[in-house]
């Protein structure tokens, strides 16, 4: 159990743990996205992940790192997607029990694939505080195991890997880009460029609407969001004290977009990638093309969180 | 230039002929889609290939196979949409000018990507008459060389790269499908398919709205659709003579599907596989789920030939 920040050894150690229940997702790239946007971007698919997203990395490093015995109870988690479904696929190869509290707006498909792994699904009001209190009552009622989606070393090691497989794999990047919600990615990738190459710059990518983390960093403490209004349903979140604390230290720069540009750019890499994401995961491709000047011709890593959207509601 | 029916070292010699105009595209497997199918699926990802379409495939050897000084002309062909996008692409490549004839009701995103190769788009009605006439005007007054969609053993050695690729990457497949529309790929598929292993067994996945194919290996005789009515926009024409010549003898069944199993196989493959298909592109796909006695823990290859779809018009 991780319980300070973790080293790169961390890290390695995390990776291998989790290596057997993660697919090691590829990197593709285009010549007509490079167009684009101006610089030479590599895509890390982790929509091509476990569950369609990198939330399966933390959460299954979070669960193993429990002993057999100490899994009995099972593990319980709040989520509006993506963690929810890790949790629930993590603690089902681990032989234990999931309990997913869930916002009662989550959409379709994303709810009914927590349940297809299984799990329990216990519905809250689309607010952070119902999201907790619910959780806590789970948890108490149960004996389960929390396991936070991103404010946690466990987690933010297992979705360092991630940044760890890209940065290994392509050679020279002046850049990396993730979206940033809680933070859990976010954090991650900040350390993983850190130990691998302290001058690779690191950027995140966040809605306008929901800009905790661009407004935090510039004040210094964590400015809680006022709205989650924002397409990009995996970024509503306020960033965590030990994420927060993480990126205050190497983000270079947060770089907010609008909702029509995350719609813009999401469609772009439909429609040029054939590939499907969420939008979510548009947010750091929208902020390079919002600021070209800054990433030109540069080789920049970008991680394409997840692919779960719900193909009967597109913003297209 | 080839006239008869390739050998396997024409298809080879195609093969490097087209290999720096192509991109060796990925074969991808999910877990998730072969336990829904009850078998071991390897989808050949022609979605990725350079214009979206294996098309490139047939149209870059159809081109380049023509010496420098006979290019002078140009190229002339009539498409409904990735065919042409391919002529586009290949004789901008070859430094030539090209003429595309388009259904005046192909896609938007189809028409814009050949205007954006430079091509020159010149309207039809949207029947196979038009598209010949229209095409033969063309060629007329511009002496442009016509590079034919799929009837034309160029092109079927072009698209036979496709299933060279799959099944050199992939061992002890038994089975390969493929979709057919004018034949082109299916020929090609068939070729390969009985060089590299002649125990391999050829299907082919049909609308049953256009099943052309199926009628016509039944009659052994080409009979022509009397409609077009299918969301399949790829498979609308009436399977070529050089094309059918090579199917006889080498395809053991065509499957006809539903349309509303090819928007069914679509919209699994584009949830399950994070992966943007043109609807003639599940066509296969739809048939091993309507068959899946026939494929039963089999080991199974199917070329995703597509991923041109206009997203503001998705059928689900």
Chains 1, 2 share one sequence.
């Not at 929390?146 to 933010?156: A, K, Q, S």
């Amino acid at each position: 159990m991780l319980t300070t920040i973790p080293s790169f050894s961390d890290i390695k150690r995390t990776h291998q743990r989790i290596s057997k229940y993660i697919i090691q997702t590829p990197v593709m790239t285009s010549k007509n996205i490079d167009e684009i946007a101006g610089c030479h971007i590599f895509f890390k698919c982790e929509n091509f992940q476990k569950v369609g997203a990198f939330k399966m990395r933390g959460a299954a490093n979070a669960i193993f790192s429990y002993r057999p015995e100490d899994r009995a109870n099972g593990f319980a988690c709040h989520s509006s997607g993506n963690h929810g479904q890790a949790v629930a696929l993590a603690a089902k190869l681990a032989g234990s029990k999931a309990y997913v509290v869930m916002p009662k707006n989550a959409s379709k498909v994303k709810i009914d694939a927590v349940k297809g792994y299984n799990a329990e699904v216990i519905f809250c009001e689309p607010n952070d505080q119902s999201r907790t209190k619910t959780c806590e009552d789970i948890v108490k009622k149960t004996g389960a195991i929390l396991i936070h989606p991103f404010d946690d070393y466990n987690i933010i090691a297992g979705q360092a890997s991630a940044a760890k497989e890209l940065i290994e794999e392509v050679d020279d990047l002046d850049a990396i880009i993730s979206p940033v919600g809680g933070g859990g990615l976010a954090a991650g990738t900040c350390l993983v460029a850190h130990f691998l190459d302290p001058n690779m710059e690191v950027y995140l990518g966040e809605p306008e609407a929901v800009d905790d983390a661009y407004q935090s960093l510039k004040a210094g403490k964590i400015i809680p969001n006022k709205s989650s209004d924002t397409i990009a349903d995996g970024l509503k979140t306020t960033v965590g004290q030990k994420n927060f604390d993480i990126l205050k230290d190497h983000v270079k720069e947060v770089l907010p977009v609008t909702e029509k540009e995350i719609v813009s750019a999401m469609k772009l890499i439909w429609e040029r990638m054939k590939i499907v994401i969420e939008p979510s995961c548009a947010v750091p491709f929208a902020a390079i093309l919002k600021n070209k000047e800054l990433f030109k011709e540069k080789r920049v890593g970008v991680i394409l969180t997840g692919g779960n959207v719900d193909l009967t509601k597109l913003p297209f």
